[in-house]
């Protein structure tokens, strides 16, 4: 079972950034790609960014230009740089692992854990 721990979420005001970070084991990491998620309160959970083994990336519209997705394979770790936050942002955000950036939209390999909760309010 591929087990993800995410960290990094908080309250940030509007405009700001923060960094998620995702800790990923029980899995071959390097193969996998991987996807950060989010779910708002009343939603259902949409992928927001993925990156592939060899470091392809895609993004939801509403993220490109601000966030930024990066993995560092000899940590087992995948991170999401969020820049120029806005509320609608706010979520609690999730990561997985898949085996491409072109399904993980829809089929996953891990668990879904706790995720990390990010408020973007003034």
């Known amino acids: 079972q591929v087990q993800l721990v995410e960290s990094g979420g908080g309250l940030v005001q509007p405009g700001g950034s923060l960094r998620l970070s995702c800790a990923a084991s029980?899995?071959?990491?390097?193969?996998?790609?991987m996807g950060w998620y989010r779910q708002a309160p009343g939603k259902q959970r949409e992928l927001v960014a993925a990156i592939s083994s060899g470091g392809s990336t895609k993004y939801a519209d509403s993220v490109k230009g601000r966030f930024t997705i990066s993995r560092d394979n000899a940590k087992n770790t995948v991170y999401l740089q969020m820049n120029s936050l806005k509320p609608e942002d706010t979520a609690v955000y999730y990561c997985?692992?898949?085996?491409?950036?072109?399904?993980?939209?829809?089929?996953?390999?891990?668990?879904w854990g706790q995720g990390t909760q990010v408020t973007v309010s003034s």
């Open positions: 997985n692992t898949g085996s491409s950036i072109g399904s993980i939209d829809r089929f996953v390999f891990g668990s």
């Open positions: 029980g899995s071959i990491f390097s193969i996998n790609a």
